[in-house]
């Protein structure tokens, strides 16, 4: 058997092997980030409202210390703590005694000083015939006169004091003066009460309509004012707990900024039919000053602040996330209004921006619906 042998050179060897293995300790290319699953929604064109948002305190409309005008022993209480009372209700009686015989003597008074007036009556027509005679002085007649005209005012003062007396008894019974709810009676039968006493026998707050106070920074006195010389401002008032929120109309604009806080006051006025505002509670209120129609509006949840500004992640065709600057207009009822930055029919993320940067893959796991009443629903913030 025939061998042949080839001598091969080992330079040639090892530089045949190098390449060999140098490709071999290449790591492997890195794998395609994986699509971060986010919610989504569509910018679109809606009629926003123009608000002002404020804490406002609730103001009964008509507010009463009920107190006594004359001394006396209180008799009668005709109301229980916090009751609906009516007007010209019966709320206390005070003995009425002392005043009935206050009246009966200035009913007295006023027939003796009646005798008196129709004497000196008598005796004028009597004697005056007699005078243009000359059978008594004009002295003598003119002391008859004078008596009698003293009589008439006697008669006019007496009728002053029955007046005054009935006025008296009347008052030993105590009505409301208007509709509202009665609060603590603070003095109870039996006890002696004085005319126009610090201490009231209890207070009577109107509860509906109502007052809500509040205030709004002074640079806003411009657009409060232009927007009411327009028509009425609606004002909502919504109370903690309470689901529905109040509806009213604003009353009344101060004449004056407050310059120790740079702030304006302003009243609204509220029907209150189920009695859900209640004097001295806190209320969140937003006054509607105007709305922007075609306004581009996201939900809140797509924009996010950061250090340069508020952005948003708008999910491009490709589907990767572009990271944009956007300006926000104002917020209401959870949803923004885009001033620049973002234009209707763009989708953005409301959810999952945490695991996203500029032009990172995305996977669109759910598309929220728009709110396309564009009615507020919510609180409202503070136009910007």
């Known amino acids: 058997m025939l061998s042949i042998a080839f001598s091969v050179p080992r330079r040639f060897f090892v530089a045949a092997l190098i390449p060999i293995l140098a490709s071999c300790s290449k790591p492997p290319p890195a794998p395609a980030p994986a699509a971060a699953p986010v919610s989504v929604a569509v910018a679109a064109h809606k009629t926003m409202p123009d608000l002002l948002a404020a804490v406002g305190t609730v103001e009964a409309i008509n507010s009463v210390a009920v107190k006594s005008r004359v001394d006396g022993q209180l008799l009668e209480s005709h109301v229980r703590d916090g009751d609906e009372v009516k007007a010209g209700a019966l709320l206390f009686r005070i003995d009425p005694r002392p005043a009935q015989a206050a009246l009966a003597q200035a009913n007295a008074a006023l027939a003796k000083d009646m005798a008196a007036r129709d004497l000196a009556k008598a005796q004028v027509d009597r004697y005056a015939p007699v005078a243009t005679k000359g059978f008594i002085s004009a002295d003598q007649m003119q002391q008859y006169r004078t008596a009698y005209e003293a009589a008439v005012a006697a008669v006019k003062v007496d009728q ?164 944009r600057a956007v300006s926000v207009a104002r917020s209401v009822a959870g949803e923004s209004a885009i001033a620049k930055g973002l234009d209707a029919g763009e989708t953005v993320v409301v959810d999952g921006q945490s695991r996203l940067v500029d032009g990172a893959p995305v996977r669109v796991a759910e598309t929220q619906a728009a709110n396309a009443s564009g009615a507020m629903t919510g609180d409202a913030a503070v136009a910007k």
């Open 160 to 323: 002053a004091n029955l007046a005054a007396a009935q006025l008296n008894l009347g008052y030993t019974d105590i009505a409301a003066p208007f509709a509202g709810r009665a609060g603590r009676i603070l003095v109870q039968p039996g006890n002696l009460v004085k005319a126009n006493d610090t201490n009231a026998l209890l207070t009577i707050n109107q509860i509906a309509p109502i007052f809500v106070n509040f205030a709004v920074p002074g640079a806003y006195v411009d657009r409060v004012r232009s927007a009411q010389a327009r028509g009425a401002l609606h004002v909502t008032a919504r109370v903690d707990g309470v689901k529905t929120p109040q509806a009213g109309e604003l009353a009344f604009v101060d004449n004056a900024v407050d310059p120790a806080t740079n702030t304006i006051k302003l009243r609204a006025q509220f029907a209150n039919a189920d009695e859900s505002l209640w004097p001295g509670q806190f209320v969140s209120i937003a006054l509607t000053l105007g709305s922007e129609t075609d306004a581009v509006v996201v939900p809140d949840a797509a924009v996010k602040a950061g250090p340069n500004g508020n952005y948003v992640f708008v999910v491009k065709a490709d589907k990767k996330a572009e990271q």
